[in-house]
């Protein structure tokens, strides 16, 4: 099969929603600017001390914290999330509002619904890692609509954005989706026994097509499309960084509380998607502890 893409400064928008209807992905050639690129891999290297060190885990209260960034992994075999990377630099404060899909994102999801970012992490990922097949058409999760079931308008639940910090091929442990699949009404046969996720390399599943990506290319798709990643076969480590979007009234999943230093040096649009509800005190009432969050993902 042959990878449709598009660049990252089309202009013709028709071209790219066809495209993401039809298939419920897209790929940016070229989305990110070398200097951009460049800033965020030396980051990495920068942190690589921490790749391999304690993290936050399913069963781990919490991992290891780089100011307000916290390494996490789901499974384990997923690799390390550096989770709320938006807080680690400018680079990554520059990302929210990235002009090459900030309106696909605002368009597919729908101007009414506002826009919110759910997660957003740095991702690497070595020798044998992967993430098991989920989601589909059939999935019942909030956020896995595409569009209004009575108009057609768009209203996509969750729009991911995977960027390349380096080449991804053969062997690399690409992200694989089922092209089509958000549309699909019947659950993927190996997601039949769970709602959602398989700890199943995906990989492996029956339709899976894997999306290799140059450096700078950018992976845009609809979180209800059946995806996941094969299994990394190669030596060395995967490099990415994923930013989730959402309507403005999703809550982000792991409840981090953006820095005033974060948030005094966005812009207003930017500030809108990272703090969609800002809380709102009576005078005199602050958090107490009752009112803080327990740390398991949902
Ligand atoms: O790590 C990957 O390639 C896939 C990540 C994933 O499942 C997601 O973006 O929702
Ligand atoms: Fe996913």
Known sequence: MTQDWINADEKDEYLGDYLFDLNGYIVLKNAIAPDDLKEMNQWADDHWDYVDSQRRSLTQESGAWI??????????????????????????????????????????????????IHEN??????????????????????????????????????????MALQDIGPGDGA????????????????????????????GEQMGMVEMYLKAGDVLMFTDSITHGSAARTNPGHRRIVLYRYSPALLRSRFEYVPSEELLSSLSEEQRSIIQPIPPRFAPGQAYGPLATRSLQPR
Not at 176 to 195: D, M, Q, W
């Open 175 to 202: 992200t694989t989706v089922i092209p089509g699949s958000h549309k699909s009404a019947l659950r993927h046969p190996k997601l039949l026994e769970e709602v959602y996720r398989s700890d199943a390399a995906a």
């Open 121 to 162: 992490f740095l991702n690497v990922r070595g020798l044998g890692g992967y993430i098991g097949i989920h989601s589909g058409g059939a999935t019942p999760i909030c956020y896995m609509t595409f569009r209004q079931a009575n108009t057609g308008e768009w209203m996509v639940g969750q729009i991911n954005i995977i």
């Open 67 to 116: 100011g307000n960034v916290e390494t996490h992994t789901y499974s384990g075999a997923d690799g390390c999330n550096f989770q709320n990377i938006v807080e680690a630099g400018p680079v990554f404060r520059s990302l929210i509002t990235y002009p090459t899909w900030i309106k696909r994102c605002r368009r597919w999801i729908n101007p009414d619904n506002g826009l919110s």
